[in-house]
């Protein structure tokens, strides 16, 4: 785990080197010609670097609030090796809560923090694209159509693997999501994301 975890944290760092360079060093020698994108380009880093904060406050949130849930999953659906797989699964919803924080960041802007509606949507597309992949079709479904004991894909092994992926999905991006929003709206500490505008 020691290893997986630094990996982890190594792809976080790789990311906030890559969005805190300031990519366009083109304009730096033509500033005169090229004031108003050398004046985008000094909003875009002060950007990333918000995005880095959120990304790296969703990946500690997310991995920790979905440790044990991810453990249980594993036992549940008897995964052949329940530690590598609990390692795995709480590593990837480390970068998927990262991932989900950053997006959050840029689509609940200041102007949409009085609707509800748009900040569930974010956070429950975020579940469903999570929970979704977690079902593996048994063997004894039919295919072509694709039918199982009740409907579909549905059977008494891939309810409760629904069940138990939705609540660890819930239980990775919620947490983000408050926590977001208590960061941004109570201490201000990552702003969120507005628009550029020309001067």
């Not at 975020?126 to 079902?135: A, D, E, M, Q, S």
């Amino acid at each position: 785990m020691v290893y997986s975890t630094i990996s982890c944290w190594s792809l976080i760092l790789a990311m906030i080197i890559l969005l805190s360079s300031d990519s366009a060093t083109g304009f730096s020698s033509t500033s005169l010609r090229f004031k108003q994108q050398r004046s985008f380009l000094d909003a875009s880093a002060e950007d990333r670097l918000e995005s880095v904060k959120a990304g790296a406050l969703g990946a500690l949130v997310g991995g920790v609030c979905s440790t044990p849930f991810n453990y249980l999953l594993a036992s549940v659906t008897h995964a052949p090796n329940v530690l590598g797989q609990w390692e795995f699964d709480t590593d990837m919803c480390s970068l998927e809560a990262a991932l989900f924080a950053i997006v959050y960041r840029y689509v609940v802007r200041e102007k949409d923090t009085e609707n509800p509606m748009l900040q569930q949507g974010v956070s429950g597309a975020f579940v469903i694209v999570r929970t979704l992949p977690k079902v593996t079709v048994p063997s004894y479904c039919s295919a072509i159509p694709l039918e199982c004991k009740y409907f579909y894909v549905l059977d008494n092994d891939t309810i409760l693997v629904l069940l138990g992926a939705g609540v660890a999905s819930v239980a990775t991006f919620l947490p983000v999501w408050l926590a977001l929003e208590w960061v941004m709206n109570e201490k201000g500490w990552i702003e969120r994301f507005e628009s550029f505008k020309e001067e």
